[in-house]
């Protein structure tokens, strides 16, 4: 008899796929939250794999600050039509126009923290259930303490020390009415995983993640691309560099590197090397040793 052996990314593939029909099994309206980065993407190419040749049965939403990339959004656009898939856009601008949100003031000020409402309405009024993510463990240690299905109560926050037990990949999806599920389906990957496959795949990315000339200045230690919303002290002068964002969020606190990778083979020989977490040129994880578990507890992603 001949062994079948699967790689340690088809191992990885086939555990998401399946953590992504469990979703269409076990509820009646999900979602996949779709950022325009690299593990949205990797998680619609995977969903697309689940449900081959039928449609995607759950729309992309998009939490849309106004503060994107404008690379993020065309891509979002064609990346939508190409696959021909619905796309739901909460806007963080309307939850500030309606009163539900303030926005920051200041140089550091960013929008980032306010999705967590525009998220939060969006699943309401859409009524949806469980909501697919991109968090990965290896990303950040907040997201390391969350399971696969990330239960959240009718105020859409989450409680660390009150999470289910995922004994042989068994998911609990039970709830009352008014709360929903975050799900996670690549949890188990890491960053070079995410490359990878992004190789092995032949998976289009923007353009934001290979290396590029772009007017920039630095922050903090922290290399921020220049931009409209972008609010710039008067030491802090803009100069041009060759640099590639490794995650990509709201503008006004993603921060880029110094690179010369321009091709995916180059990103990955980049990655091995590297000793600076992912997030590390994240604004928004710096504001206090705890800034993610935090928001994530409001109801963020």
């Known amino acids: 008899m001949k062994a079948y052996n699967l790689t340690h990314l088809e191992e990885l593939e086939s555990e998401a796929i399946y953590v992504i029909r469990e979703v269409a099994a076990q509820f009646e309206r999900g979602a996949l ?30 939490i849309d600050t106004g503060h994107n990339f404008p690379e993020t959004i065309a891509f979002r656009d064609k990346f939508v039509k190409k696959i021909g898939a619905d796309l739901v856009v909460g806007s963080v601008q309307k939850s500030i126009d309606e009163g539900k949100a ?64 995922e004994l042989w990949n068994i998911f609990n999806g039970k709830k009352n009415y008014g709360e929903h599920f975050r799900v996670f389906p690549i949890s188990n990957w890491t960053e070079m995983d995410i490359w990878q496959y992004i190789l092995k795949e032949n998976i289009e990315l923007p353009p934001l993640y290979f290396a590029h000339e772009r007017e920039v200045f630095v922050r903090d230690g922290v290399i921020m691309s220049t931009g409209e919303f972008m ?26 590197v110094e690179s010369e990778a321009d091709t995916l ?8 090397a590297t000793r600076v977490t992912e997030r590390g040129t994240r604004a928004d994880d710096k504001r206090s040793e705890a800034a993610m578990e935090d928001r994530k507890k409001q109801g963020y992603f």
């Open 231 to 256: 609010n710039r002290k008067d030491e802090e002068n803009i100069i041009k560099k060759v640099v590639r964002f490794r995650t990509i969020g709201d503008m006004t606190c993603t921060g880029a």
């Open 265 to 272: 083979e180059g990103i990955i020989e980049e990655v091995a």
């Open 102 to 165: 303030v926005e920051e003031k200041g140089y550091n000020a960013s929008r980032n923290a306010l999705q967590t409402v525009t998220l939060l309405d969006t699943i309401e009024e859409h009524k949806f259930d469980a909501c697919m993510g991109g968090a990965r463990r290896d990303e950040e240690k907040a997201r390391a303490k969350e399971r696969f299905f990330s239960h959240r109560d009718d105020f859409g926050q989450w409680e660390p020390k009150n999470q289910r037990p």
């Open 33 to 62: 939250l779709f950022s325009g980065g690299k593990d949205s993407i990797v998680m619609a190419h995977l969903a697309r794999k689940a449900f081959y040749p039928a449609k995607l049965p759950f729309p992309l939403v998009h």
